[in-house]
Nanobody
Framework: VQLQASGGGLVQAGGSLRLSCAAS????????MGWYRQAPGKQRELVGAVAGGSSPNYADSVRGRFTISRDVEKRMIYLQMNGLKPEDTGIYYC????????????????WGQGTLVTVSS
């Protein structure tokens, strides 16, 4: 199973970016997908996630500015980031809790390689 994230870059404060993440490989189904981020010198934190047909949940720091959407058929998740702030700077990782074809009774967590988002003031 691989997760491929894209869409990071450099943007000025107040700007927008859209991240995408595609899951591929021996996937039977995906329980939930989400985005995490890690700022320099800090621990990785949840940005937001969506499970099945539920509404996404968000960290307080991004609620109202970021929007997660998911395409179940395409096995993709998106993160629309508006009103970006310098404190949003970090490496953004997509995550998926996957039921694999090879071992369907033992779902596993998979991570993308990370994409860098830099917000200048």
């Amino acid at each position: 199973v691989q997760l491929q994230a894209s869409g990071g870059g450099l943007v000025q404060a107040g700007g927008s970016l859209r991240l995408s993440c595609a899951a591929s490989g021996s996937i039977l189904s995906i329980d939930n997908m989400g985005w995490y981020r890690q700022a320099p010198g800090k621990q990785r934190e949840l940005v937001g996630a969506v499970a099945g047909g539920s509404s996404p949940n968000y960290a307080d720091s991004v609620r109202g500015r970021f929007t997660i959407s998911r395409d179940v058929e395409k096995r993709m998740i998106y993160l629309q980031m508006n009103g970006l702030k310098p404190e949003d700077t970090g490496i953004y990782y997509c995550h998926a809790h996957v039921i694999t074809i090879i071992d369907p009774i033992a779902p596993r967590d998979y991570w993308g390689q990370g994409t860098l988002v830099t917000v200048s003031s």
